[in-house]
């Protein structure tokens, strides 16, 4: 027979810390990630490191992301680091976030100028021969702010925090880039994008069952917009593009208290782009689908892997994407409660 | 037909027997009819009730399981039961209704009209000790020395119904179509989970055993929530026996409340934040309705909070949210029941039956501040571990209350539901052993009133019941004897006629767990273990001290010296055997220690946090 209160219990309720969120950070090629905009407690921080592996094959005129023109019959691989940083706030009494990104790696191509504008090559590129061009370093740094703004008031309290139990919330999510990362105006491919751009989303999620680890389940949906500056100098020319609209879903769900599993899906269109003024190549129409597999080693650590590839959309642009994130959150009352559980 | 119309006599001059001798004792009574019977030649046979249906009421008698004293509306609690107060209004509340201090072992006397250690549960049957195993009175199941009240009704033209908790027995002859219910969905065990997942607490049964209509289970149908589903079956079972027109005794056992608290989805939030507050300040908003009400009297002492649960102040609000989510569930599956109570009742309306049904609604036993989930799976390695995390072995603050869950609300809030009474289900204190007791329906007046003058036992149904169903309790049955009722009749008593049905003199016993009690008038003498007792006698005043804090030993001897021969009594008349063993013979080492902090103690601290600003203030006034 054991009686009385099982303080202990304020240990695995402090567990609950781990909806903390994993911002994913920004990598125009990729998604936020499943249950990137679950909500921490207020004061909560976040850092996360992830690996992206970026694969791609374009058999015609294409675009693979927002930054980059693809040419076609090209082969792209990039390898690329995003550090983040997120911290939960309470704004507006509704739980919210600023997290900031930074992002770095190298992008090879390999590609074949043919049929390609002569516009869009460097100077020192003849038309009709092959070309291979790398860039390295850092990618624009963007600072993204996230408010809800229905369905999950402040989490300021711990107790907040237990009662916490959504159900279908509602955010705002606005990102800005800024244009400082590396660029060579004569390159093909650089990591920066030398344009300031932007996105507005409106991250939705419902949430099914019992708001507990090893029970939640959810479906996320968020329907967003890039939107870009011109790059005036891009080799010598001005780059426009239309709005990017994109829509990422997520369907998340628990298979133990530690472990969840998503299915993902992220698709894209627009992002006409336009050299001086005229069109080229075509709008973007991809359709990716994957799956992110995500353990909790600890309270504060949590390391997840992903993996996604275009199955619908325009069928001349093969890509995939590996990607391996590692999360480490903590809280001031979380480590000092660690610390008395522990003692002198 | 003669033979009828002589029965009809025998029954009606049994009833006036029976009304006109209430206060002269059961002897006389008994030996009355007897004689009548006895002339006649004749046993009462079912026939009778059918040639005049509507002459004898309908029996509804509702048993929740678990349930604490001060949970109804009524009694003071704060959780939603309009049905059950509403009840209340209608008939009839009484203040010292008694039962056992767990549940199989109450069944048996509340079923049979006798000592439970006469009727095979002289201890529950999981936890017999070595010596008394297979000794009479200690079957574990409720044994052919007693009949039962649904074989005597059934035998004499009613319909017998019934729908919930057995735990009296697994055998073909044990259980509940085999000792008189016609129709049955039935938990044989005592208590798992509440939904289709089926899993039983004990892993010595790890699947939990139903029958319906005597036939066993093979699986729960899908979607099934114990009270909702035996609440559908009450119905169905009604409706489709009363074509015939015989009136029905139908016994309603919900497993609810009982751990683990378990609820549909969709009334898991009912009493959200509902006790935040902590423990101790809604046992206070209870104790001061309940003497609004009048259920306790003011001034009389409530009993202190057990030494090892600290005050809920001294908690952190997170702490005390979550300790509340516990109460918020077992609330919740209070009002679901009442909810389906409320479901019958409209049945019953609609097909005309409810004025004429007389409704018994009580609880088993003390609420449960045990940690049964511990108890089964405390030990790493156990088998009983094993069955805990094969089955129930969740227990995340938001994923309580769901399948797969085990969610007991502790030793603090069973003091909250057993207000003003101390300690809980297993001991025979006032807080194991104290029930609410409402009736209410023909036969039944003064509607509201509170009846706090009869001191009433759980053996007095069955003989309240077949007396107003002009059947008498026989000597034999099936050609065996049987033992005598112990209980006394309520039908004087629910009749306005009489205060109670218990004089001065008369007294009732308890033994269970080794764990001894007597009550006569307003004194108690209980024997407990350590560390809640002292494990000798002590003697309490109920009227001034219903909480049982104050020792009179020494102030009146002569009086615990007479108590205590009641005691000899007690055992010599029911076989009563002290075991070598007692689940309770570790209590003292298996509760925790004492908390640090006192309501008043340390005296200089107070009950609340004192903010810096408040304590500026303080030091400028």
Same mark, same amino acid.
């Given at each position: 027979?054991?009686?009385?209160?099982?303080?202990?219990?304020?240990?695995?309720?402090?567990?609950?810390l781990?909806?903390?969120?994993?911002?994913?950070?920004?990598?125009?090629?990729?998604?936020d990630?499943?249950?990137?905009y679950?909500?921490?407690?207020?004061?909560?921080?976040?850092?996360?490191?992830?690996?992206?592996?970026?694969?791609m094959?374009?058999?015609?005129?294409?675009?693979?992301?927002?930054?980059?023109?693809?040419?076609?019959?090209?082969?792209?691989?990039?390898?690329?680091?995003?550090?983040?940083?997120?911290?939960?706030?309470?704004?507006?009494?509704?739980?919210?976030?600023?997290?900031?990104?930074?992002?770095?790696?190298s992008?090879?191509?390999?590609?074949?100028?043919?049929?390609?504008?002569?516009?869009?090559?460097?100077?020192?590129?003849?038309?009709?021969?092959?070309?291979?061009?790398?860039?390295?370093?850092?990618?624009?740094?963007?600072?993204?702010f996230?408010?809800?703004?229905?369905?999950?008031?402040?989490?300021?309290?711990?107790?907040?925090?237990?009662?916490?139990?959504?159900?279908?919330?509602l955010?705002?999510?606005?990102?800005?880039?800024v244009?400082?990362?590396?660029?060579?105006?004569?390159?093909?491919?650089?990591?920066?994008?030398?344009?300031?751009?932007?996105?507005?989303?409106l991250?939705?999620?419902?949430?099914?069952?019992a708001?507990?680890?090893?029970?939640?389940?959810?479906?996320?949906?968020?329907?967003?917009?890039?939107?870009?500056?011109?790059?005036?100098?891009f080799?010598?020319?001005?780059?426009?593009?239309?709005?990017?609209?994109?829509?990422?879903?997520?369907?998340?769900?628990?298979?133990?208290?530690?472990?969840?599993?998503?299915?993902?899906?992220?698709?894209?269109?627009?992002?006409?782009?336009?050299?001086?003024?005229i069109?080229?190549?075509?709008?973007?129409?991809v359709?990716?689908?994957?799956?992110?597999?995500?353990?909790?080693?600890?309270?504060?650590?949590?390391?997840?892997?992903?993996?996604?590839?275009?199955?619908?959309?325009?069928?001349?642009?093969?890509?995939?994407l590996?990607?391996?994130q590692?999360?480490?959150?903590?809280?001031?009352?979380?480590e000092?409660?660690?610390?008395l559980?522990?003692?002198h | 037909?003669?033979?009828h119309?002589?029965?009809?006599?025998?029954?009606?001059?049994?009833?006036?027997?029976?009304?006109?001798f209430?206060?002269?004792?059961?002897?006389?009574r008994?030996?009355?009819?007897?004689?009548?019977?006895?002339?006649a030649?004749?046993?009462?046979?079912?026939?009778?009730?059918?040639?005049?249906?509507?002459?004898?009421p309908?029996?509804?008698l509702?048993?929740?399981?678990?349930?604490?004293?001060?949970?109804l509306?009524?009694?003071?609690?704060?959780?939603?039961?309009?049905v059950?107060?509403?009840?209340?209004?209608?008939g009839?509340?009484?203040?010292?209704?008694?039962?056992?201090p767990?549940?199989?072992?109450t069944?048996?006397?509340?079923?049979?009209?006798?000592?439970?250690?006469?009727?095979?549960?002289?201890?529950?049957?999981?936890?017999?000790?070595?010596?008394?195993?297979g000794?009479?009175?200690?079957?574990?199941?409720?044994?052919k020395?007693?009949?039962?009240?649904?074989?005597?009704?059934?035998?004499?033209g009613?319909?017998?119904?019934?729908?919930?908790?057995?735990?009296?027995?697994?055998?073909?002859?044990?259980?509940?179509?085999?000792?008189?219910?016609? %129709?049955?969905?039935? /938990?044989?065990? +005592?208590?798992?989970?509440?939904f *289709? @997942? !089926?899993?039983?607490?004990?892993?010595?049964?790890?699947?939990?055993?139903?029958?319906?209509?005597?036939?066993?289970?093979?699986?729960?149908?899908?979607?099934f929530?114990?009270?909702?589903?035996?609440?559908?079956?009450?119905?169905?079972?009604?409706?489709?026996?009363?074509?015939?027109g015989k009136?029905?005794?139908?016994?309603?056992?919900?497993?609810a409340?009982?751990g683990?608290?378990?609820?549909?989805?969709?009334?898991?939030?009912?009493?959200?934040?509902?006790?935040?507050?902590?423990?101790?300040?809604?046992?206070?908003?209870?104790?001061?309705?309940?003497?609004?009400?009048?259920?306790?009297?003011?001034?009389?002492?409530?009993?202190?909070?057990?030494?090892?649960?600290?005050?809920?102040?001294?908690?952190?609000?997170?702490?005390r949210?979550?300790?509340? %989510?516990?109460?918020? /569930?077992?609330? +919740?599956?209070?009002?679901?029941? *009442? @909810? !389906?109570?409320?479901?019958?009742?409209?049945?019953?309306?609609?097909?005309?039956e409810?004025?004429?049904?007389?409704?018994?609604?009580?609880?088993?036993n003390g609420?449960?501040?045990?940690?049964?989930?511990?108890?089964?799976?405390?030990?790493?390695?156990?088998?009983?571990?094993?069955?805990?995390?094969?089955n129930?072995a969740?227990?995340?603050?938001?994923?309580?209350?769901?399948?797969g869950?085990?969610?007991?609300?502790?030793?603090?809030?069973?003091?909250?539901?057993?207000?003003?009474?101390?300690?809980?289900?297993?001991?025979?204190?006032?807080?194991g052993?104290?029930?609410?007791?409402?009736?209410?329906?023909?036969g039944?007046?003064?509607?509201?009133?509170l009846?706090?003058?009869?001191?009433?036992?759980?053996?007095?149904?069955?003989?309240?019941?077949?007396?107003?169903?002009?059947?008498q309790?026989?000597?034999?049955?099936?050609?065996?004897?049987i033992?005598?009722?112990?209980?006394?009749?309520w039908?004087?008593?629910?009749?306005?006629?009489?205060?109670?049905?218990?004089?001065?003199?008369?007294?009732?016993?308890?033994?269970?767990f080794?764990?001894?009690?007597?009550?006569?008038?307003?004194?108690?003498?209980?024997?407990?273990?350590?560390?809640?007792g002292?494990?000798?006698?002590?003697?309490?005043?109920?009227?001034?001290?219903?909480?049982?804090?104050?020792?009179?030993?020494?102030?009146?001897?002569?009086?615990?010296?007479?108590?205590?021969?009641?005691?000899?009594?007690?055992?010599?008349?029911?076989?009563?055997?002290i075991?070598?063993?007692?689940?309770?013979?570790?209590?003292?080492?298996?509760?925790?220690?004492?908390?640090?902090?006192?309501?008043?103690?340390?005296?200089?601290?107070?009950?609340?946090a004192?903010?810096?600003?408040?304590?500026?203030?303080?030091?400028?006034?």
């Amino acid at each position: 027979m054991k009686s009385g209160i099982r303080l202990t219990r304020l240990w695995a309720f402090f567990a609950t810390l781990a909806i903390i969120l994993s911002y994913s950070g920004l990598a125009l090629a990729v998604d936020d990630g499943a249950r990137a905009y679950w909500k921490g407690r207020d004061g909560t921080n976040v850092v996360s490191f992830q690996y992206l592996n970026l694969n791609m094959k374009a058999s015609g005129t294409q675009q693979f992301d927002p930054s980059h023109f693809i040419y076609p019959n090209a082969d792209t691989k990039a390898n690329v680091m995003i550090a983040n940083f997120a911290r939960h706030l309470t704004l507006f009494n509704r739980a919210s976030s600023l997290a900031i990104n930074v992002a770095g790696g190298s992008v090879d191509l390999d590609a074949n100028t043919n049929n390609v504008p002569s516009g869009f090559l460097p100077p020192q590129v003849t038309p009709g021969t092959s070309l291979s061009q790398s860039a390295s370093g850092f990618a624009d740094p963007s600072v993204q702010f996230n408010v809800n703004l229905f369905g999950t008031s402040q989490l300021k309290s711990t107790v907040d925090l237990v009662n916490y139990e959504p159900t279908l919330t509602l955010d705002a999510a606005v990102l800005l880039a800024v244009p400082i990362g590396q660029y060579n105006k004569n390159d093909l491919v650089n990591m920066g994008l030398n344009r300031w751009y932007g996105r507005l989303g409106l991250p939705i999620k419902y949430h099914f069952g019992a708001f507990a680890p090893g029970y939640r389940s959810s479906f996320e949906l968020t329907p967003s917009v890039w939107i870009f500056a011109e790059n005036d100098d891009f080799m010598g020319q001005k780059l426009e593009n239309d709005p990017l609209w994109q829509i990422e879903a997520h369907l998340t769900h628990d298979f133990t208290r530690s472990f969840f599993g998503s299915l993902d899906l992220l698709y894209r269109s627009g992002f006409q782009s336009e050299i001086n003024g005229i069109n080229v190549g075509d709008k973007l129409a991809v359709g990716n689908l994957g799956f992110t597999l995500n353990y909790q080693v600890t309270d504060s650590l949590t390391m997840r892997t992903s993996y996604s590839s275009n199955v619908f959309g325009d069928s001349d642009l093969n890509s995939s994407l590996i990607r391996i994130q590692i999360v480490y959150a903590w809280h001031r009352l979380m480590e000092n409660m660690k610390k008395l559980k522990q003692g002198h | 037909m003669e033979i009828h119309i002589i029965t009809r006599i025998i029954a009606a001059v049994a009833i006036r027997a029976k009304e006109g001798f209430t206060m002269a004792g059961p002897n006389i009574r008994g030996g009355l009819v007897s004689l009548l019977i006895a002339l006649a030649g004749l046993s009462i046979t079912g026939t009778d009730a059918a040639a005049q249906p509507n002459k004898r009421p309908n029996f509804l008698l509702i048993v929740a399981d678990d349930l604490g004293y001060s949970d109804l509306g009524s009694y003071g609690g704060e959780i939603n039961t309009p049905v059950l107060d509403n009840l209340a209004q209608k008939g009839v509340r009484y203040t010292n209704f008694y039962v056992s201090p767990t549940c199989s072992v109450t069944r048996s006397m509340l079923l049979s009209g006798t000592d439970n250690h006469v009727a095979g549960l002289g201890n529950m049957g999981e936890l017999n000790a070595p010596n008394q195993v297979g000794k009479p009175g200690y079957e574990g199941v409720l044994n052919k020395r007693v009949a039962t009240v649904a074989e005597l009704l059934r035998d004499n033209g009613y319909h017998t119904y019934m729908a919930g908790k057995w735990h009296l027995g697994l055998k073909p002859d044990q259980i509940p179509h085999a000792r008189g219910f016609e %129709r049955d969905f039935s /938990l044989l065990v +005592g208590g798992g989970s509440h939904f *289709d @997942d !089926q899993w039983n607490v004990e892993w010595q049964i790890p699947k939990a055993p139903y029958t319906e209509d005597g036939r066993p289970l093979e699986k729960l149908p899908k979607g099934f929530y114990s009270t909702k589903h035996y609440t559908d079956k009450t119905i169905q079972f009604i409706e489709e026996g009363r074509q015939d027109g015989k009136p029905f005794f139908a016994y309603m056992a919900f497993t609810a409340p009982h751990g683990p608290l378990h609820l549909p989805d969709d009334w898991l939030r009912r009493y959200k934040n509902r006790y935040d507050e902590g423990w101790d300040g809604i046992r206070q908003q209870r104790l001061a309705r309940m003497q609004e009400l009048g259920i306790v009297d003011q001034g009389a002492n409530a009993a202190d909070r057990l030494y090892f649960l600290p005050r809920s102040t001294a908690l952190t609000p997170a702490v005390r949210v979550m300790q509340g %989510r516990k109460m918020e /569930l077992y609330a +919740g599956m209070v009002e679901y029941m *009442d @909810d !389906q109570i409320g479901r019958v009742f409209d049945y019953l309306k609609k097909i005309g039956e409810y004025d004429n049904t007389v409704v018994i609604f009580i609880s088993d036993n003390g609420a449960e501040g045990n940690d049964l989930r511990a108890m089964v799976a405390g030990q790493v390695g156990s088998m009983g571990f094993l069955h805990a995390m094969n089955n129930f072995a969740e227990d995340g603050h938001n994923s309580l209350g769901r399948k797969g869950t085990y969610a007991e609300y502790g030793p603090a809030w069973a003091q909250v539901s057993m207000a003003p009474f101390r300690i809980y289900k297993g001991w025979v204190s006032e807080g194991g052993i104290r029930s609410p007791l409402i009736v209410s329906g023909p036969g039944v007046q003064g509607a509201g009133k509170l009846n706090k003058e009869a001191i009433l036992h759980v053996m007095d149904i069955v003989p309240t019941v077949l007396e107003l169903a002009g059947i008498q309790h026989p000597s034999t049955y099936k050609g065996r004897e049987i033992a005598p009722v112990q209980g006394k009749s309520w039908v004087g008593m629910l009749a306005g006629r009489t205060q109670s049905p218990r004089t001065s003199d008369d007294w009732l016993g308890w033994e269970l767990f080794n764990n001894r009690a007597i009550r006569q008038g307003d004194w108690k003498i209980s024997l407990l273990y350590r560390p809640f007792g002292t494990y000798d006698w002590q003697l309490f005043n109920l009227a001034e001290d219903p909480g049982e804090q104050y020792d009179l030993s020494d102030k009146f001897p002569e009086k615990k010296k007479k108590l205590v021969a009641l005691w000899d009594e007690y055992v010599q008349m029911n076989g009563v055997i002290i075991g070598e063993r007692s689940p309770f013979e570790r209590a003292r080492k298996a509760l925790p220690d004492a908390v640090p902090e006192f309501d008043s103690y340390p005296p200089f601290r107070g009950l609340e946090a004192l903010p810096y600003k408040k304590l500026i203030e303080l030091m400028n006034q």
